[in-house]
């Protein structure tokens, strides 16, 4: 007998996954979520996984159609490998060009990750993007989504009233970082971004914090709409988590496409971005290498963290924040 998520997958197979920017709105996702009297505990993790890897191969085809001159790195890329002793795939792409795309890591190890990282060039300001579906060994589903900031905005020295240190602290600086982060709030985590992360986690059931990492490198990267939670791996929360994943594709899609307008003013300082993203890009391999390493034990976690963060430039490695 088909489970519900068994059903899903066939239909989206014979569909051939087309709908992949056609999610349900955020507020139908959480209406259709609460509207389901039961709980279905019957998805398993290499179903959940490869549900995720079949929406996630179709954004990623979307991405690259929208993003003509995104291509695909073969010597960065793994058609088929193993890891922890299952089976592993890695679609890597960059757009140097005009789009100016850094980086785009599609992940999928079976039955244990789903994950869409997407670095951005200098020449925009448009978020990093951070979309990732895992199990763990206790059999729940964990969930990480971010849009990450291309300036500095001191998010990790917010309090748990959500303010900000001023100037008697930060000095001249402060009046800097509070400009980034109301930039920020503006292009991109505006109203309607606000309410998708909102009502993605009141959608997800038995949804729960994850407890915060204990690398500080975690807290420079995040930014301040971050996603991070865990739940029971139940059908109803695996659709409602690849359709979040399915929306903040298309919402960082909207944003980076050609024409977007977010490339950076004339004369702005695309040095000292590029400087900035070369910096934050080896923090964020350092705050993802315990994650993997976790997941896949030290040696294929190391592995790991290297393929999905991509080139690195050699100037910054093992850098500061």
Known sequence: MMTTLTKIMLASLLSGATTAFSPMTPMKAA??????????????????????????KATVDEIAA???DLAIKPDLSWPSTTIAGVEASLDGRDAPGPANIAWVSSLTVSSKLSSLTIFNGPLTDVPHLLSRAYVKEDGNLYFDLDFRPRAYGAYELRDAEGNYPGPDTLGRKAFEYSGNRKEFDT?????????????????????TPTPPSSSQLDSLTSGPLKI???????DTNVQNVANARKQAASYW?????PGGGHEHRPGAPVNSQYVYDTKFRQNCYGALLPVYKELFGDEDGATVTAADSG??????????S
């Open 253 to 257: 899609l909207s944003w980076a496409k």
């Open 187 to 207: 292009k991109f985590g505006n109203e309607e971004v606000v309410a998708f992360m909102e009502s993605t986690v009141a959608s997800l059931e038995g949804a």
């Open 228 to 234: 991070s939670i865990s739940m029971p791996l139940t």
């Open 66 to 68: 929208t993003i003509p």
């Open 31 to 56: 209406t259709t979520a609460r509207s389901s009297s039961t709980t279905t505990l019957s998805a398993t993790p290499e179903q959940a996984i490869g549900y995720f890897e079949l929406i996630q």
């Open 311 to 320: 080139p690195l430039d050699e100037a910054y490695v093992g850098g500061g």
